[in-house]
């Protein structure tokens, strides 16, 4: 449930979204995603949080982050941290839970609704203390993949849950490769 008059910001997780959207099938668009939520209120500001490999010459998030920050989101990145796990495994950590968290209890006095696009339980403890403060806090993701995307006691918690599927004929594109597929499909019909 979404008011016009409504002050409105988005918070989000990058990677959790991503990975939601793959889980589902579908890629994001994030011009439509602005566009919809501006739609549905008065959007302060989309923040929008990922962690970068900064060693690397090229990284595939990078047009991303670029296009992004110049269409009207707040970007919010760090460096990734490379190791080595104990099998030998090379990980990337990049955990934004606390950025993502500072922002929204500095921005909460000023706004009357927070969009959540994350399904991390972690964000339980923000979602309440938000909505102490008189905010009211919608969580997007999804319980359709499989395993669900989102946590029981963070949709618990929010005041209204979006499943993220029910959103992509609004914000949605086909995959990458599937478009890549289609196009020579197509042009094979020819």
Partial sequence: MFYKDERLALFIDGSNLYAAAKALGFDIDYKLLRQEFVRRGKMLRAFYYTALLE???????????DWLHYNGFTMVTKPAKEYTDSQGRRKVKGN??????????????????IVLFSGDGDFRPLVESLQRQGVRVSVVSTIRSQPPMIADE???????????????????????EQTAERRFEVAGDK
Avoid: K
Avoid at 96 to 113: G, S
């Fill in 96 to 113: 934004m839970d606390i950025e993502l968290t500072v922002d929204a209890m500095e921005l909460a006095p000023r706004v009357d609704h």
């Fill in 55 to 65: 060693n690397d010459e090229y990284s595939p998030i990078r047009p991303l982050v």
């Fill in 154 to 176: 963070l949709r618990r918690q929010a005041d209204n849950f979006i499943e993220l599927d029910e959103l992509r004929d609004v914000i949605g594109r086909p995959p990458r």
